[in-house]
């Protein structure tokens, strides 16, 4: 359980970058999980507009009062690796609320609502199906996350649970990363290859060890703002790579054994990191994760 909770702080950290800087105005589309007319049919006293479509991992929706909903499909290699990310989920939420059993969203499924004092207010449901984990949680304004919006959540991840299976994580290759680009860095015996979206990518061993790629489209003057942003972590230039590529190390926030490159071409920035659970012999080493982010800025 211990490396499932590893590999889960690892996963959010890698979502997170791989979802900025995603902008609203990129988002007309719909979301693959559940349809405007089902959503909203499941939850009619809201008026959800989509945000951003997370690469077939999410849907990011926001309502005309400024309520947030995060809708999150994670797909596990097998159903056995699933039930324990399950589990932590289950344990993870638990923390933060009281949590009862739900009906007829898929395998199982665990829902409940923050505390009245909580300083964030939320309502979750997360369920299991197979080797998917639905997670839905909506963040009221204002108001009460009670169980009159729980209820609504709980129908929306009833019909969402039907089409996880759209979801466009995929085990076993990546167009950016390949069992080759672990050398020195993972565990090749127990290495684990997966495509988390469009764009993105993740590696990662028995011990959670973790190398992924994002790419994502911006701007070059964007790409050169990232540059010169001031941050917990130090930076260096990598002018081979371009005037835009550059190394972040070192850093006195989050995982400071951490080594992020970005590198910019042709309109796209690729992010490049690898994230060792504990002190490893290439931590923070932008040199060694040159090779790596080489042979994917050679793909852009």
């Known amino acids: 359980m211990r490396t499932i909770d590893r590999l889960f702080s690892c996963l959010v950290l890698f979502l997170a970058i791989a979802a900025v800087p995603v902008l609203p105005a990129r988002a007309a589309e719909t979301c693959p999980f559940i349809s405007a007319q089902d959503l909203a049919r499941a939850m ?17 929706y926001q309502a005309g009062r400024g309520d947030t909903m995060m809708l999150s499909v994670f797909r ?18 638990g923390e933060r609320m009281p949590l009862n059993a739900v ?3 898929g395998d199982e499924g665990q ?3 923050s505390a009245a004092g909580a300083e964030r207010q939320e309502a979750s449901v997360v369920a299991l199906s197979g080797d998917y984990i639905l997670q839905i949680t909506v963040y009221p304004i204002g108001r009460r996350a009670d169980e009159a919006l729980l209820g609504p ?12 299976s759209k979801s466009s994580e995929r085990f076993g290759n990546c167009e950016w990363l390949t069992a ?16 988390t979206g469009a764009g993105s990518c993740m590696m990662f061993d028995r011990e959670a060890n973790t190398m992924t790629v994002a790419v994502i489209a911006t701007s070059r003057d964007t790409a050169i703002g990232m540059m010169k942003r001031a941050g917990p972590c130090k930076h260096t230039a990598i002018q081979e790579l371009g005037s835009e590529a550059f190394g972040e190390y070192s850093c006195t926030k989050g995982n400071g054994n951490a080594v992020t490159i970005y590198v910019w071409k042709n309109g796209r920035q690729a992010s490049i990191l690898f994230a060792p659970v504990k002190p490893h012999p290439e931590s923070g ?3 060694r994760l040159k090779a790596v982010a080489g042979r994917v800025y050679g793909k852009l």
């Open 103 to 105: 009906a007829g969203i």
């Open 44 to 60: 009619p006293a809201l008026k959800w507009s989509l945000i951003s479509n997370q690469d077939g991992r999410g849907c990011i």
């Open 153 to 164: 959540v709980t129908e929306a991840a009833r019909v969402a649970i039907g089409s996880v």
């Open 285 to 287: 080493s932008v040199e």
């Open 111 to 113: 829902g409940g609502t």
């Open 180 to 195: 080759a680009d672990a050398d020195g860095f993972l565990d090749k015996s127990t290495l684990t290859v997966q495509r």
């Open 76 to 93: 596990n290699p097998d159903k056995d690796r699933a039930r324990e990310l399950y589990a932590t989920f289950v344990k993870t939420l």
